[in-house]
């Protein structure tokens, strides 16, 4: 069946694959998984404050997030990130922003809304005494949250939070709109490039499988232990 | 901020000859809708059979559900889409793949395919999900009373899996609904495409992105409406 | 569904008389239940042999053999984890048994040629937790299976659930859900909905042990004349009470075995084992 297909093309354009394009996909996912995970958890906070212009803002900002396509964020992200720099800078002209730094604000603020709703659940978990206990021993808001609640809630959450990092790592390969050359950007070229699309697109599909199918595994076995200890 | 807003771009006649830009965002709104609608159905189905099979007393069956959730959960949906529409058509025997290029609307088939059989994956685990939840119980009480397996799901189990997962199906309907903009990448003219047609056209890029944003916040209330009135109607008196 | 009769091994027992009630049987306006036809009388309707259990490498039923016969009244009783659960579900095959065999009413439950379901339809079975179907209304729960299962036209099928109804006193409440009912409420319509098959034996797995205290009366008064009718029966409880009054024989389990089985007399009389009289004395304390 696969007779007339060249497989040799993967071969030879592996240094390529993986030196720019899966290289380019692991620092986009780490980093917006970062960042993600900082401003989902302050999106939370927001969320729980109870302060009412901040609890609402937080809730339009995440809902408004999640009822959008990916791709059309990451269009306007594309051509909004330029004029927001240029009222941030005072320029009188939209500033260039690099493609990739586009793709991490656009994956940073899109996935937060994500990771919010589930440290969200994390914070509202952790039972009422915990903060009574905490504030019994004297402790501020702030020292409740960062000493007692969020360091549980965090764990609690940590199988989840790392399941949408999976998610996270699999939408990046969206930037392909953008052209840039993420991982599926640098295989798609290739197989413009060769006229392999066959080989290259089974190919690509193979190593995403691999790494997130693995990396589930992982997680899974994880969360087996985190409840054991629970 | 120097940008200069023009609303009154949605009056003007799109490049294409025929309407406005304003019918042509609709006509890219009644695509994306034709495609949620249409993988849904192909979703709710295989994703109830999936499901299902991964919670009978079957270590095939099981083998089988879980493969097939691994093997879609576990690859891009973009790249599930390429291989749909590239991939498939060069593996198929050479009549039949040439005869699938030839299709009209394609990317239309294509997009309905792909989306169908990944958010199956998705429904899939929720419907084991809610059949998991019920008390072990209820499987035995049916089959106390002489039903099949067959007739114990379909008159037991799944009535109640599929009350108690709603909420979440919901939300795979709306996903699934945002997802059919990925398919932009095959062709298919769906909303976020269009909407990136008229920037590229007009150049108003933030009236039209508005535009496909609010549209796609109408669907969404749309929706999450009927969910409610669904779940208004099918909720048990005295239910849980 | 079609009526295939369940393939019965065994020669010397008469053909099920009343497995499938015949389509033009009617309602049956006396006793919850017809009394057992006198020609079997005496013969044992279940057969336990030498029946043995495991979980993996944990062995939960240890050589149990016992037997009830056509309209005793058996109950069973030991400390919980004793595996008396278990013991009844395996009377029709809820539980698979990997040693031994179990005969209902001349019909062997490990057999590869028996059609459970059919076997199933013609044992009745009451529930720890009730096991209403919450989807469905009161009525709906008293007659799917009797559609679904017997093929029985819907309006036969509601007469009968709706006469069942009226005998275990919750007419009023036909339209209603499981969940708008009370535990005792429910456990009467679950039994209500076992009887409507017409089935040839009744099993209960501990009917009373999730019911608030103030409503396992309730509950009990339906099985003592349920138990008066002639009903074969075998019950999982606790309710010592009501095996003093209705019950033909005591079997008391501990760790997979049968330790005790015994007349009713003989068994409230004068424990032999040590484990019964233990467990007695701690039933009865208060």
Known sequence: ?230 | MNYTWNWGIFQEPSPEGVGTYADMLLSGLSWTIATALASWVIAFTLGSVIGVLRTLPSRAANAVGTAYVELFRNVPLLVQMFLWYFVLPEILPAGLGTAVKQLPDAPFYTAVLCLGFFTASRVAEQVRAGIQSLPRGQRMAGTALGFTTAQTYRHVLLPNAYRIILPPLTSEFLNNLKNTSVALTIGLLELTARARSMQEFSFQVFEAFTAATLLYLVLNLVVVAGATLLERTVAVPGGR | MTSTPIPGPSADTPAPSSAAAPADEGLRQGPLVSPPPATASGEAMIAIEAVSKWYGDFQVLTDCTTAVARGEVVVVCGPSGSGKSTLIKCVNALEPFQKGQITVDGTRVKDRGTNLPKLRARVGMVFQHFELFPHLSITDNLTIAQRKVLGRPGEEARKRGLDLLERVGLSAHAKKHPGQLSGGQQQRVAIARALAMNPVVMLFDEPTSALDPEMVGEVLDVMVELARDGMTMMVVTHEMGFARKVADRVIFMDRGEIVEDATKEAFFGQPRSERAQQFLSKILAH
């Open chain 1, 1 to 230: 069946m696969f007779a007339h297909f060249d497989f040799s093309v993967i071969g030879a354009s592996l240094p390529y694959l993986f030196g720019q394009g899966m290289v380019f996909t692991v620092t986009l996912t780490a980093l917006a998984a970062t960042g993600g995970i900082v401003f989902g958890t302050a999106l939370a906070m927001m969320r729980l404050s109870g302060i009412p212009g901040v609890t609402h803002a937080a809730k339009v900002y995440v809902e408004l997030m999640r009822s959008l396509p990916l791709v059309l964020v990451i269009f306007w992200f594309y051509f909004l990130v330029p004029y927001i720099g240029a009222w941030a800078t005072g320029s009188a002209t939209p500033i260039q922003v690099g493609a990739f730094s586009s793709a991490l604000i656009t994956f940073t603020l899109f996935e937060a809304a994500y990771f919010a709703e589930i440290m969200r659940a994390g914070i509202q978990s952790i039972p009422k005494g915990q903060t009574a206990a905490a504030s019994a021993l004297g402790m501020s808001y702030a020292q409740t949250m960062r000493l007692v609640v969020l360091p549980q809630a965090f764990r609690n959450m940590l199988p989840l939070l790392l399941t949408q990092t999976i998610v996270l790592f699999q939408d990046t390969s969206l930037v392909y709109v953008l052209s840039l050359t993420d991982f599926l950007g640098a295989a798609s070229k290739v197989a413009q490039r060769d006229g392999r699309l066959v080989e290259m697109y089974l190919f690509a599909a193979l190593v995403y499988f691999a790494v997130c199918f693995t990396a589930s595994l992982l997680v899974r076995r994880l969360q087996t232990r985190v409840a054991i200890i629970r």
